[in-house]
């Protein structure tokens, strides 16, 4: 991780961003996600005047998570994309996958919206880590 610089920040958002669009697209796992979550195919159409403004704030969400990992890979001397991953993995593996846990525990959703969730949150800060060291 170098010093944070908004491009790098910009960009690891933006990575995070394109990877949820992607990600919960009915076609991948939005079908499965919606499902899960409980949002029907109404709730959908209800946000869609909304979702330039919730995609901005995705953008805006994912940009402080990259800046905060950009923080702890400086402190950790994360200089490369092994680093990175490790980093990453690590960040994911205790705060991420904890905190979602949760989902299951006390909202007893099923433990595939956990994992469909989770996986997201991996693969995100994983994409963001590598972008904050190229």
Not at 1 to 6: A, D, R, S, V, Y
Not at 14 to 28: D, E, K, Q, T
Not at 42 to 65: P, Y
Not at 88 to 98: S, T
Request: glycine content about 8%; cysteine-free; aromatic content about 14%.
């Amino acid at each position: 991780m170098f010093e944070p610089t908004l491009l790098r920040i910009f960009f690891a958002g933006l990575a995070s961003v394109v990877i949820g669009i992607f990600w919960y697209h009915p076609r991948v796992l939005g079908t499965l996600w919606m499902r899960y979550s409980g949002i029907t195919p109404e709730t959908v159409e209800r946000g869609k005047g909304r979702m330039h403004l919730m995609t901005i704030l995705a953008l805006l969400a994912s940009m402080f998570a990259a800046y905060v990992l950009n923080i702890f890979g400086i402190a950790g001397g994360v200089f490369d994309i092994t680093g990175a991953v490790k980093l990453a993995v690590l960040a994911w593996a205790g705060f991420v996958a904890p905190a979602l846990l949760g989902s299951i525990i006390w909202e007893q959703k099923p433990v595939a919206y956990d994992i469909i969730n989770s996986l997201f949150w991996l693969v995100a800060l994983v994409a963001m880590s590598v972008v904050l060291v190229i």
